[in-house]
Nanobody, 117 residues
Framework: QVQFVESGGGLVQPGGSLRLSCAAS????????MRWYRQTPGKEREMVAG????????IYLDSVKGRFTMSRDNDKNTVYLQMNDLKPEDTAVYYC??????????WGQGTQVTVSS
């Protein structure tokens, strides 16, 4: 059974940092591109970052470029999102998923990131 377990969120002040993790299981992680997404109430889920299978190519949402870094560890079936210089507009629930999703219409529980003073 495909499963994603996101962790690492929390409450942080503007300018602070967090490192998110997403542990994946139940599919051949190594052959999937992976993405981080985020969602706030009433808004569509948006892609924040994406990484290819070899960890050599990463793309970012324009608003997080230079502040967020996505990486993956294929030995641990885990993707990470290092978030620096956090802003209140980064507040959201963060999710990971494969490209294409290895399990249709499935998302993990996500991890809440709240940036507030």
């Amino acid at each position: 059974q495909v499963q994603f377990v996101e962790s690492g969120g929390g409450l942080v002040q503007p300018g602070g940092s967090l490192r998110l993790s997403c542990a994946a299981s139940g599919f051949n992680f190594n052959i999937y591109f992976m993405r981080w997404y985020r969602q706030t109430p009433g808004k569509e889920r948006e892609m924040v970052a994406g990484v290819n299978t070899s960890n050599r190519s990463v793309i970012y949402l324009d608003s997080v470029k230079g502040r967020f870094t996505m990486s993956r560890d294929n030995d641990k079936n885990t993707v990470y999102l290092q978030m620096n210089d956090l802003k209140p507009e980064d507040t959201a629930v963060y999710y990971c998923n494969g490209v294409p999703p290895p399990r249709e219409q499935y998302w993990g529980q996500g991890t809440q990131v709240t940036v507030s003073s």
